[in-house]
């Protein structure tokens, strides 16, 4: 045996920056996950309620909140939306919270130098709680269905067939290159081992080697579509019979007294 | 840049969205053309690539972060047309489906991003590369300053979205409704972080991507297209674009005094002055009788300034159209 293999190696790796690789892989993973949750997982009233309802009274809260001036009512649709933590999975509940502190800071932070301007914590706190409803608004939509509920839901809004088809396309292929993505990303993370000085160089690769596969895949499904009689015309699917449960009372009723309360 | 709900007021954002409509459906018109009907895929993959571009972080000097909008990088590899309609399928992906930029906002957000960016990108890279088309490091500096310009006019544009809410939208005590900070407070926040920050991350990943697709597979970029719109017209839109800038300015210009005003300045009006000609014009001062805001009059003035060009110029060449016709 050589002595030098024997020896204490004070191996120590010089400093380099990895973070941006984690934080990519990070944000891929996050995202992918939100379009891959499962319904199985899901057994509260909240899931159970009509895409169409949920979008509905989603589009008249935000608008509502954004044409609003009482702070009772912005005050009282947070409060509201944010009574549906109860109600949904433990993932999804640690996401709207997670959210809905952002958007408060947030808005916070963006709006407190306007009270030297403008000397009014009333208009400010109203702005507040103005963004914020609306962020918990859209949040409770999304995380109280899935994504391929809100595609089915854009269905009963009249949206046109080739728009329908363009978002489910983009949510699929989001999840095909969004898991090319993490592999490459994970792969630039195993070749970094050590000191990789090329890393940057290597991202916009990763983003050029992307676009080229989103290219093929293009190709691919338009062969595929063609090979199944694709003419260029989308016909929208007749979306499910329109079921009203105990559930869609629950939420029509719940959102109907808050509008009334707090308008009237 | 993703705007939230509520800080722009609802008809801002109304009016953005309708005007977003008709330049939808032009790109639609053009990449049906373009791609035949191949579109619906490539559309839905470029949204994927897009919306992948703009959750990417890269690494910045001091160990953070940043990440790209991704505008002027499609723009020129799919074209302006398919890059409007990709970024703003992306910018709705992300708005239903991860609460990222507002519902009523989506029209001002596909506005900025879909619209103003990719085609700033794509039509100052084509002005630029026509001043030394040959030479390959040119072309490489044209793609930076693109795409450096792009994020510029979008958070200009931005900037001035916000910046005309507390000129506008103000309740019964003249307190704003909306975004509160005027234009002068909102231009210089919103430009300063993205002209020196976000403008070179964009501009070094647009270089650093495209180069390496032209280098692997050059047939896959978008071919440019010298369309007749010649840089004259890009001028007077940025000149458009930057009309609310005026909403800034004080005092009067320098020569374009009136009576009272030179009255004031030199003690005297000139006699030739006082009995020179007179004309009172529609909107004298931008001013309009009818509205009680400056402000509002200034905008409306501007936008039927416009109009009225624009219908004299229509005029003029149906007639020049006419005369040719009968001429041949």
Redesign the interface.
Known sequence: MYNWLLQKDNYVPKQD?E??LS??IL??VG?LS??RRKQSNSTSWIYRVNIFLKIFF??VF??S???T?SITYAGAVNLYMLSFLFFVNKYERSRIIK?FFS?VIFSIVI?LP?LF??T?LY??GL?VL??SG??MC??VL?YSCF?HQ?TSGLNNWFVPG?IM???D???K??V???DC?VEMFQAITLKSVGVNKE???I???L??V???K??M???D??NA?VCRC?D?E?PALKGKRFNFGLSDLCYVTLSCLVLCVTLL | MHI????L??STCAIIGAAMVPVWSRCIKKIKYEFA??N??????????S???M?????LPG?T?GHAVGAA?VAL?IGPYAACISIS??L??Q?????DG???AFGANAFNMAFVMPFAAYYSYIVLKSISPQKRSWKHTSIFISAYVSVAVGSLIAAMEFGIQPLLFK?A?G????S??PLS?AIPAMMIPHLLVVGFIEAF?TV??Y???EK??PS?IYELSYSKLKPVYLVLLFLLVLCPLGLLTTGTAWGEWGVHEIKNMIGFVPKGMVHGFSFSSMLPNYNIPALASKTVAYIVSAVTGVVLIMAMFGIFMIFKRTITKKGS
């Open positions: 920056s973070a941006f934080r990519n944000t891929i995202i939100n379009l989603t589009l935000v608008i909140l954004s044409l001036r959210l958007a709006v306007s301007f403008y009014s208009n400010a702005l103005r963004i609306s962020i859209v949040n999304v994504p809100i080739i088809m363009i978002f396309l983009t949510l292929y989001i095909v290159l969004g993505a890393k940057s160089k991202t916009f690769s983003f050029g992307l676009f080229l989103s290219k895949y293009s190709d499904l338009y579509m694709f260029g989308y | 939230p709900d509520n800080y007021s609802p009907f191949k619906i895929p490539s559309i839905s993959l470029m949204s994927a690539f919306f992948l571009i959750m990417f972080n890269v690494p160990g972060t990088l590899l399928v992306a709705m992906v708005a239903l489906l991860f609460g507002g519902i009523i309740d005590a307190l704003p409704l909306y509160p900070y407070v990943i650093g991507v180069s390496y697709i692997v597979s896959s």
